[in-house]
């Protein structure tokens, strides 16, 4: 590398995975397998994630978009007319699946304090063209999901528990992925495991998780199957590589969560004194919350572009940063479909006001101190003060 380039590369990174020795040791005994395509291991991920989260089955995929992709084709959600329920809001790569199964996305407007969508917006945008509700435990906050199952049941509407941003996190005492119809895992950085790139489909219904495993791909010994010639598969698979990483790294997954739990406490004492923020809010019947990002919710005298002028503060001390977010009724393949900015108050006042700060296990607290320091002088270089929230 020259040495320009090197500059380039940020001191403190958005995101830097939690691998150990077990991680590497698990990889290399792939390596030296006659198997790295699909095979026992990604069998033994699917078992272990399964068992964590207390659901019947899993079904690993090679991203949480066609995981998504694959759960409405199982259920012939593919029409233009077919209309599918979702948030805006968040880095939200997942809901594209809806697009790529050839559904229309409906989007709705989210709660200020979670981020969440609020059962009674998703009820209001209800159609007799409705057939999924797609809901999001945004950053890692639970949704209502106790509303939602009755929402879903009420309309008989098959509904899909997004946790691709909120492995770890409780509601009501149970973990976020038991609350859906079938639930959606990211497994890409910046979550808390990685398999590099990858996602995992969990659900209790037999039936679906052998539709699922039918369109993800073919085993070698099945690829001479009339019966199952009738289904085209995606080629959605995972390999046994990314599942020898993703097998430890959920073994390991309560020591990598804590540690990311300890990296948070650093920046909440930090944040006490950074005026004009909105606070951190976990909703009442949350009972705990793993955030997947750090963000920073600015007050409403910053605007979008005093945002981005912090961002750019902060990518000057070599911190690599995020906005928090392009919400997708404003970009192009969307807005094509009608949508445009102004639809939604709520998810474009937080788009165009919150920051994703760096956030994984091997930041230490003087870093933390500084990135947030950082931030501070910035906002109070651009003239936004205290702020109501």
Known sequence: MMADEATKIPTILFSDPDISMAELEAVEEVLKSPCLSAGLKVEEFEDAFASYLGRKYAVAVSSATLGLTLVLKANGIVGAEDEVITSSFGFRETSHGIALAGAKPVFSDID?????????????????????????NTCGHPAAWQAFRELASQHNLFLIEDSSEALGSVYQGKLVGNFGDCSIFNLSQPGPITCGEGGMVVTDDASLASRLRGLRGRKIEER??????????????????????????????????????DIESYYDAYMQSFEGIKPPYVAPDVDEVHWSFYIVHLGTRFSRSSRDAIIHDLE???????AYCQPLHQQRHYSDLGYRRGEFFVTEKLADRAIALPFHGHLTEDQIGFIVQTAKDASINIGAGAAIY
């Open 112 to 136: 200020y304090w979670s981020g969440t969508l609020p059962p009674e917006k998703v009820a209001a945008r209800i159609t007799d063209k409705t057939r999924a509700i797609i809901v999001s």
């Open 224 to 261: 001479q199957s009339v019966v199952l010639g009738s289904m085209v598969p995606y080629q959605a698979v995972l390999s046994d590589l990314s599942a020898a990483l993703g097998l430890v790294q959920i073994q390991r997954v309560d020591e990598i969560l804590d540690r990311r739990k």
């Open 316 to 322: 000057t001390e070599q911190i690599e940063v995020a």
